[in-house]
């Protein structure tokens, strides 16, 4: 009964974790370029050392012989889910989403690299292009004072319209990058990312090629939580969470009997 107390217990705490991510997601399903979060559960095991025991030192009785292996449920990760959101146009010049596969980099402020799903750039004081919190996208994209437009095209090349010249100049070009487990980034917020061990190291890559993704200008990509599906993902979990609720309820009261034999 003490085994059944606990595992109830680790039931009801995944499952809340569970909740609180179903709960974030539908707080952000108008959010632009939000990535819904997925919980993976996992069983939980006895230690290998306890299972290794004779049974004459671990358990006393008939029930001697029974492996004691079921412990419980643990959280095995909390990981974004990709998939591409909803395309709304805005007809910005500085609107950018990404079609498919991929994302931009951007530089923080202390050097480190971060990426992101694109966004509403804009242009700082030293003519740099960058995101709304003043990260600058890489290569370095320089846009002149007097730019009358900013073409972005498909494939990332940005080409700036000046007065005075008759044929746009070449600014650069956008790359993108793309991670092997990109479920594994550690979300930053404000739709930006960083790698880690377990997303693997980022890979650049041109943006059309080799199954990447293309971008979209004047368009920007909406969140990718379906208000439906979270809607009965929330009702599995909290069933399920009121299943180990009456787990526990049940294992305290048999061990109220068992108090109460000597009575």
Do not use: W
Not at 30 to 58: C, H, I
Not at 180 to 199: E, I, V
Not at 230 to 238: F, P, Y
Request: proline share 4%; glycine share 10%.
């Amino acid at each position: 009964m003490f085994d059944a107390l606990y595992i109830g217990a680790t039931g009801m705490q995944a499952q809340q974790l569970n909740v609180d991510t179903i709960a974030n997601n539908l707080a952000n399903v108008n959010t632009t370029g939000f990535k819904k979060s997925r919980v993976s559960f996992t069983d939980l095991m006895v230690r290998e050392a306890a299972r290794a025991q004779p049974a004459a030192e671990s358990e006393v009785g008939p029930l001697s012989a029974v492996p004691r292996l079921a412990a419980g449920v643990g959280i095995s990760n909390v990981g974004k889910l990709f998939d591409t959101g909803d395309m709304k146009q805005t007809g910005s010049s500085f609107d950018i989403a990404i079609q498919g596969e991929g994302f931009i980099e951007v530089a923080l402020p202390d050097g480190a690299r971060a990426f992101t799903r694109g966004g509403t750039f804009k242009v700082n004081s030293d003519g740099m292009l960058v995101t709304q919190a003043g990260n600058v996208v890489k290569p370095g994209i320089s846009v002149p004072s007097n730019a009358k437009d900013v073409s972005i095209a498909a494939d990332g090349r940005i080409r700036i319209t000046v007065p005075n010249q008759s044929s746009p100049i070449d600014a650069g070009q956008l790359d993108l990058v793309h991670f092997t487990s990109p479920g594994m980034l550690l979300a930053q917020g404000d739709n930006l990312y960083r790698a880690t061990d377990n997303s693997g190291e980022p890979i650049i890559a041109k943006a059309g090629q080799d199954g990447m993704g293309t971008f979209a200008q004047g368009f920007l990509e909406g969140s990718n939580v379906k208000m439906v599906d979270e809607m009965v993902n929330l009702m599995v979990a909290q069933r399920a969470y009121e299943a180990s609720v009456k787990v526990v309820q049940a294992s305290d009261e048999i061990l109220g009997m068992v108090n109460n034999l000597r009575k």
